[in-house]
C-alpha cells in the first residue's frame, strides 16, 4: 500500500481481506461436504449392489477394487483437507492461542493491543489462513479427481451387480 494510506486504511483493508479468506473456508466446507455425502453414497450403492459371489469374474473384481481404491484415495484426501490446522504464530485474533491465555490474561493483553501490532496480527492471520485454504483446495481438487477416476469403474460395478441379480 502506499505510504499515504493511514494505519486505519491498512487495518480495514486487511480485515476485509481475512474476511474474505474465512468465506473461502466456508466454500471449502460446503464443497467438501457435498463431496463427502456423494462419495458415502457410492460406497453405500457399491454395497447395496455388489454382484452375486457368483458373478465374480477376474474383470469384476478388477473394477470393483479399482472403484474402493479410488473411493478409498478420494477419502483419505477429503479427511487431509478437512483435518483441523490449529497451530500457527501466537495471535489474539485466533481462538487456539486465546484458549492458551487465562481470561484476564487476554483482557490484559487486549487492552493493550496498539493499532500497528493489530495490524501486524491481521497480516499473520491472513497469511496462516492463506497457507491452510492452499493446502485445503489442493486435497479437494485431488478429491475431485480420485471421483472421476472412480466413477467409471463403480459405475462398471454397479451393472455387474444389477446384472448377475436380474435378467437384463
Not at 117 to 123: E, H, V
Amino acid at each position: 500500500m502506499a505510504d499515504t494510506d493511514t494505519l486505519e486504511e491498512r487495518i480495514r483493508v486487511t480485515e476485509a481481506v481475512l474476511d474474505r479468506l474465512v468465506s473461502w473456508v466456508h466454500h471449502f466446507e460446503t464443497k467438501s461436504s457435498m463431496l463427502l455425502g456423494l462419495v458415502t453414497g457410492m460406497l453405500a450403492a457399491l454395497a447395496a449392489f455388489a454382484p452375486a459371489r457368483t458373478a465374480w469374474t477376474p474383470a469384476v473384481i478388477a473394477t470393483g477394487l479399482a472403484a474402493l481404491i479410488a473411493i478409498a484415495v478420494c477419502l483419505a484426501c477429503l479427511y487431509l483437507g478437512n483435518y483441523p490446522r490449529t497451530r500457527g504464530p501466537a495471535s489474539l485474533l485466533f481462538f487456539g492461542s486465546i484458549a492458551q491465555m487465562t481470561a484476564s490474561d487476554y483482557r490484559q493483553r487486549m487492552s493493550e493491543l496498539d493499532p500497528r501490532a493489530y495490524l501486524d496480527d491481521l497480516l499473520n492471520q491472513s497469511h496462516t489462513l492463506s497457507l491452510i485454504l492452499d493446502g485445503r483446495y489442493r486435497m479437494l481438487a485431488h478429491a475431485y479427481r480420485w471421483l472421476f477416476a472412480a466413477l467409471p469403474f463403480w459405475a462398471i460395478t454397479i451393472y455387474a451387480g444389477f446384472a448377475s441379480t436380474n435378467s437384463l
